[in-house]
């Protein structure tokens, strides 16, 4: 079988498009095989900031030659239609064939179409997928027609090894001829690298100092951050989206360890961190037990190591980053001449949504919402709604504004420079929280109550005024911020209503009435959350049918969720929802929509009694009190004996309507048991 390797060439990729692109190239190269009849067995890819190259294995040489048969109108048709079909089939008439049917006789058209043949494919194939190539932004250079995303240089494909001819047309008068070599690292490469096979490929352009390879070249940064930190005594700050970033901008890495001025190690961690990831790109350092920034980054260079510019790289970082910082340094000074709560009147002036007010607006409504939050989150009720007041203040700070992404932490920082309470600068550094499933819930009180109140705030916002989530399309990142308060929910243990509390906040924005789409949003959003949490989609249904509409029972389903997934993996739990299938099926089958009370004097064996007597024994179901949750689980263990002695003993279907009667009812009051819990039919009978 043959092997297509394609190599294409270019200026440099941004980082990050490179990922989705060197995918979208091997599957538009795939597809357009599989549409000419080839079967591809394999694929290997590598991509780097100027090359893309992609191997498809498993292909036949040439395709075998096939017969097609066409039928066409009957022998009898008349004259033009026959005459039209052989037009159609670029056939003469005597060519037909005549075959007689079950249907008639027809006129049919065979030919005999050849094989394509791999060789010959190739160039429309790739002139097709890089005309079609789906690149978020593109651009077309001097007066070609063919766009891509940065100018291209050269495209080579060979079959098994040997040379494929062609040329890519980049308009009507200028192609692209294929090349049969490539050019290595801009700065080193003195020998064009032959295109043959990948494996080849790979280490003849590491010989000319390209690690083409994705993964190759990220696993040797991280190995170089790593002897950089070490060579200091020193850990490195982990951030695993600048390692993709810097490798996708480099194609021979070489880490460089430079030196902060000891003048801007007041500044804060998260300050010196950010200006060196946003504006430089550089690695940040800690100390080796991780407790403070060390006065050190890590840049990587595109590079030689034996090459004598390092010192000219260092030096010339260090220079830039000084500058970066002298303004960080500034915006520092100037934001902390003022208390917090002076930027407070600055947030009239900044726009939280359109039809939402603005974001002082916002301040006042989550400060009533976290002092409300207050008792549930266990947090002194003033220094909650103290924290939600002053919680976007920062957003009009210098510091801010030049990075948005310490929103919070700065603002924790500038209420603690100004001696608000601890528990006030904690709340405010720690809001936004959780952002993502890898982020943690606040850690105190009362960032607890003032994440939530901000969360609540937004999602009722936002429903308010119909601004929803629709499909994929999340704008306003409204369900995480729903996951993020189910989130602090579950893990804080937090007994909240949330009926309450969102119907609070409609109230502050001065709406009729809570929006009727949240309940069931939110319940989608608890269904995955309960996925997150290894609860099976079958359990998750039972805890949650039929509360489509509440939000108030929340709290109380994940704790049910868990302990009912807990209870069915046991050797009891299947018992038990085998015991319930039956009786379902029974009292499904009986088509009576009301089964009247149970009447004990109509018990005539010793097993009815026995049933009716653990039922009693279960104490009344009450939602959101975990211990009588545990209690009533285990009560139902305790039916599953009764049940089986009821069905061994027992006969439902009895010929006496009253006896009957009575025996589908007991039966009734042992379904209703378990479905003041859940919705057990929901429950799949194999786990």
């Known amino acids: 079988m043959a092997v297509l390797f394609v190599e294409i060439s270019c200026e440099e990729i941004p980082a990050r498009m490179q990922q989705a692109a060197i995918t979208a190239l091997e599957s538009g190269l795939v597809s357009g095989l599989t549409e000419f009849g080839f079967t591809p067995e394999s694929t290997r890819s590598a991509i780097s900031p100027r090359h893309m190259a992609i191997e498809i294995g498993g292909l036949a040489d040439r395709l075998e030659d096939r017969v097609e048969e066409k039928r066409g109108p009957r022998s009898s048709a008349p004259e033009q239609a026959i005459d039209g079909f052989c037009q159609s089939a670029g056939l003469s008439r005597d060519a037909l064939e005549v075959r007689t049917t ?185 100390d080796a037990d ?180 629709t499909g994929s399309r999340d704008p306003y990142a409204l369900r995480r911020a729903a996951l993020g308060i189910l989130r602090m929910i579950d893990e804080a243990d937090l007994d909240i209503d949330l009926q309450v509390i969102c119907a609070e906040a409609a109230n502050l924005y001065g709406f009729d009435r809570l929006d009727g789409d949240l309940a069931p949003f939110m319940q989608d959003r608890l269904k995955i959350s309960l996925r997150d949490k290894q609860i099976s989609h079958d359990v998750a249904d039972a805890v949650l049918a039929g509360n489509r509409d509440r939000l108030a029972d929340m709290r109380w389903q994940m704790r049910l969720a868990s302990a009912l997934q807990n209870y069915l993996n046991t050797d009891a739990g299947m018992a038990l929802l085998a015991g319930y299938r039956r009786i379902s099926s029974i009292l499904a089958s009986t088509g009576t929509d009301s089964i009247d009370a149970v009447r004990p004097e109509y018990f005539e064996a010793e097993a009815e009694k026995n049933l009716f007597a653990a039922i009693e024994a279960i104490a009344g179901y009450q939602d959101g009190d975990a211990q009588l949750l545990a209690s009533q689980l285990e009560s139902l263990s305790a039916l599953q004996p009764a049940i089986d002695s009821f069905f061994d003993d027992v006969i439902v279907n009895d010929d006496r309507a009253d006896i009957r009667t009575n025996r589908l009812s007991l039966l009734s009051e042992v379904q209703s048991k378990f479905d003041c819990i859940a919705d057990f039919g929901q429950v799949e009978i194999t786990r």
């Open 290 to 469: 991780g407790d403070g920034a060390a006065p050190f980054f890590v840049t990587v260079a595109n590079r030689r190591k034996e090459d004598n510019t390092a010192d000219l790289i260092r030096t010339g970082n260090e220079r830039v980053l000084r500058a970066r910082l002298s303004d960080a340094a500034f915006f520092w000074e100037q934001d902390k001449s003022e208390p917090l709560d002076s930027y407070l009147e600055n947030l009239v002036n900044v726009t939280f949504y359109e039809g939402l007010g603005s974001v002082r607006r916002k301040a006042d409504r989550i400060a009533k919402l976290a002092k409300a939050l207050a008792p549930a989150c266990k947090a002194d009720a003033d220094i909650a709604s103290r924290a939600a007041l002053l919680a976007k203040a920062d957003l009009v700070t210098g510091m801010v504004g030049e990075f948005p992404e310490l929103q919070g932490i700065m603002g924790g920082y500038y209420a603690a420079y100004h001696a608000e309470d601890s528990a006030i600068s904690d709340a405010i550094s720690t809001h936004y929280r959780p952002q993502g499933p890898a982020d943690d819930i606040p850690q105190t009180p009362a960032g607890l109550a003032v994440a939530l109140a901000d969360k609540i705030d937004t999602l009722v916002g936002f429903f308010g005024i119909g601004a929803k989530p």
């Open 102 to 286: 079950d249907k008639g006789e027809f006129y049919f058209a065979v030919s005999t179409v050849s094989g394509a043949v791999l060789e010959a494919c190739v160039a429309g194939l790739i002139q097709n997928v890089i005309e079609k190539f789906p690149w978020p932004k593109s651009q077309r250079w001097a007066d070609t027609s063919i766009s891509w995303v940065r100018p291209l240089k050269s495209v080579a494909a060979s079959i098994d090894g040997m040379p494929v001819a062609g040329e890519l047309a980049l308009s009507d008068s200028q192609s692209l001829p294929y090349v049969t070599a490539v050019e290595g690292h801009p700065f080193y490469a003195d020998t064009p690298v032959k295109i043959t096979d990948f494996d080849s490929y790979l280490a003849d352009m590491n010989a000319q100092s390209v690690i083409v390879c994705h993964q190759t070249r990220k696993d040797e940064i991280q190995r170089q951050l790593d002897e950089c930190a070490a060579e200091q005594g020193l850990s490195l700050v982990s951030d695993a989206g600048l390692l993709d970033e810097i490798c996708g901008l480099v194609e021979w890495p070489q880490a460089i360890c430079g030196r902060i001025d000891d003048k801007f190690m007041s500044l804060p961690s998260e300050v010196l961190i950010t200006s060196m990831k946003v504006h430089q790109k550089f690695f940040a350092l800690r």
